[in-house]
């Protein structure tokens, strides 16, 4: 129970990290955007 | 303080001077793909991991694509590490048969080692195998110290560029790193620290008979009290030297031993002293000349080599002063410097080292996000304690840890540049490049995240008596440093800890690895997302309004910036720690 717990909460906090990298992008302004 | 002390702390000094610009500019040659005398034997064995690997070396890579790999690399490693952990007891290499290591700590570990911090919560030779240190940890020293540099360039890379939408290519950066920085370093080093008595071998550990037996008396969990004479001791051995070589050169810090470099077997001469305080400054110190090399303005990296070598002269004198200085509770005791003794605070400190290499060694380890000890930080005197924690409180930008540190103090530059455009009333520009909002808005992210979890944590450990303060060995202003030094260390990646507090709990495991994870990846995204914005900036001519950033006064006020920021946000907490302790010890009482 604990690894999958400890497992999920892994991948959980790296896709926060990327919706999080999303987040800063879409800050940016519309015409310098990738 | 000593003539000896000095000559030993300049000695140190000079040293990664003389080699910061050789070193730098060989990195700008690497990373800006020009030849180097290393290309010959190193090219051929990078174009067989790429084409083993599938990775186009040609391909540009936006921010974002830059950040999403970085993270997903960094996903799938750490849950490797994970694994590797929990099932430990059924690989080979483990000859003492050590257990899978707990969920929680080996979650912990893995946090740990995968953002470069090193935090270790465990007795190494009682709980890891050398498969496990050898390939998770050491492997994570090695990517997690490269990861840093790549990111460090990634950024120059996005100062130095004009109108372009990409920072390079990770994997490639990654390889580089690896390859044509660390890997080499790591060999010499290694025979370096075999030449002084560094262990490397793979024995079961040796098992020596006491000249006199022991008599120990333990306390359980249920607090039933046991006595038992020891009449042997257990000596740990191991594949020391590689791991220690990798240890120090890529910032990381996480021993072989538990002593970390107090241990004689990882540190053994005053000589492998020297060079493991080097080692940790080295690559960081010659970053800044990379930083001049790569944009084209040699003059502002070594402006902000300056900024960081006034922070550490500030840092290391405080720190030996105050533990050269006798302990005002200790009346009676004779504390003077005389030939037989070294005078002022010994406690915690290596005799073969002294005051000062005790006190230059915590300082560079947290200048730098590096967390190897020689000494425990713990028993230093609370102004000499009071270094360390400040130094991992201004970002660990005092040349800091690899890649970590420069990308850190480029954050500040961004800031320190923002505030002399708002003094002389002109958009700031920073080489060329206009500062706007966006770019604000990232470096204050950078700059609040850190604080966020630091005080964060600390307040919500400090208001749980069950879960945060039953873990502490100390009460009162030490005990709050004990805290405050645990979540400072773990959201600052450096992995040194105060000691004093049990931290092998559920909570601290959990709510450690999560502000290091906090620290390391909610702190490159915006990082790379200026970086990415910069890249895709116009160049200004300079104009008489623009501020320089290769003059002393640049320095003057970069160092300024990064002072006041530090100690606006951590001063109220460290008044109620180290700065309330050193009153209430002049006032006769201790913690």
Not at chain 2, 79 to 96: D, K, W
Not at chain 2, 235 to 248: N, T
Request: glycine share 8%.
């Amino acid at each position: 129970m604990w690894d999958v717990g400890c497992v999920v909460a892994s991948v959980l906090f790296f896709a926060i990290a990327i919706g999080y990298t999303a987040g800063c992008e879409r800050l940016r302004p519309k015409e310098k955007r990738a | 303080m000593t003539a000896n002390g000095w000559f030993q702390i300049s000695l140190f000094f000079a040293l990664v001077l003389v080699c910061a610009k050789p070193l730098g500019i060989y990195m700008a040659r690497v990373f800006e793909r020009e030849r180097v005398w290393t290309d010959r034997i190193l090219s051929p064995i990078e174009k067989l991991i790429y084409r083993f690997t599938g990775i186009d070396e040609t391909h540009e890579m936006a921010w974002t694509e830059y950040a999403i790999v970085m993270l997903v690399f960094s996903l799938v490693t750490m849950l490797l590490t994970y694994g590797i952990e929990r099932l430990q007891n059924f690989l080979p290499l483990n000859p003492q048969h050590l257990a899978a290591v707990a969920p929680d700590l080996a979650l912990n570990t893995a946090a740990s080692f995968t953002t470069n911090t090193n935090w270790q919560s465990y007795v190494p030779e009682a709980t890891m195998s050398y498969l496990t240190q050898m390939l998770t940890l050491a492997y994570h020293n090695f990517f997690s110290g490269a990861a840093g540099i790549a990111l460090a360039v990634a950024l120059i890379r996005g100062i130095s560029r004009r109108e372009a939408k990409t920072l390079g290519n990770f994997w490639v950066d990654m390889t580089r790193a690896s390859l044509w920085v660390l890997l080499p370093g790591c060999l010499i080093y290694a025979l370096l620290l075999v030449s002084q008595g560094v262990v490397q071998n793979f024995r079961p550990y040796d098992q020596a008979k006491l000249m006199q037996s022991q008599i120990v008396t333990t306390t359980g969990t249920d607090g039933k009290t046991t006595t038992q004479t020891v009449t042997t001791q257990n000596i740990a051995q191991g594949p020391a030297a590689s791991q220690e070589a990798i240890k120090m050169l890529g910032t990381n810090g996480g021993g072989f031993f538990n002593a970390n470099s107090a241990h004689p077997f990882e540190n053994p001469t005053p000589l492998s002293n020297l060079l493991q305080m080097f080692s940790i400054f080295l690559i960081p110190a010659a970053l800044t000349v990379t930083l001049g090399r790569m944009t084209r303005s040699p003059t502002h990296g070594w402006a902000v080599f300056a900024a960081m070598a006034v922070l550490f002269f500030v840092g290391v004198t405080v720190a030996y002063y105050a533990e050269s200085q006798p302990n005002p509770l200790l009346h009676s005791v004779d504390q003077r410097v005389t030939a037989m003794q070294a005078g002022g605070n010994m406690e915690g400190k290596e005799v073969r080292f002294g005051i000062a290499n005790s006190a230059l060694f915590a300082t560079v380890t947290t200048d730098a996000s590096c967390g190897a000890v020689n000494s425990a930080h713990d028993s230093f005197m609370p102004l000499g304690g009071l270094v360390p924690l400040v130094n991992i409180m201004l970002g660990e930008v005092i040349f800091g840890g690899v890649g970590a540190g420069l990308y850190g103090m480029l954050m500040f530059v961004v800031l320190a540049v923002f505030i002399a455009g708002l003094m002389v009333g002109r958009t700031p520009e920073y080489l060329g490049k206009k500062i706007e909002s966006f770019d604000v808005k990232m470096a204050m992210l950078y700059v609040l995240i850190f604080p966020l979890s630091i005080l964060g944590f600390s307040a919500v450990a400090l208001m749980m008596p069950n879960l945060g303060l039953s873990a502490l060995g100390n009460t009162g202003p030490h005990g709050l440093s004990e805290i405050l030094y645990a979540y400072t260390s773990a959201t600052g990646n450096n992995g040194s800890a105060f000691g004093g507090l049990s931290a092998n709990t559920h909570w601290y495991n959990l709510s450690i690895s999560t502000a290091m994870l906090v620290g390391r990846f909610l702190m490159i995204v915006p990082m790379l997302a200026m970086a990415g914005n910069l890249a895709g900036k116009k160049l200004v001519p300079p104009s008489p309004g623009t501020f320089p950033v290769h003059t002393p006064l640049f320095t003057v006020l970069l160092t300024g910036v990064i002072l006041i920021v530090g100690a606006l946000t951590f001063f109220p907490a460290l008044s109620l720690g180290p700065i309330l302790e050193h009153l209430m010890m002049h006032a006769g009482k201790s913690f």
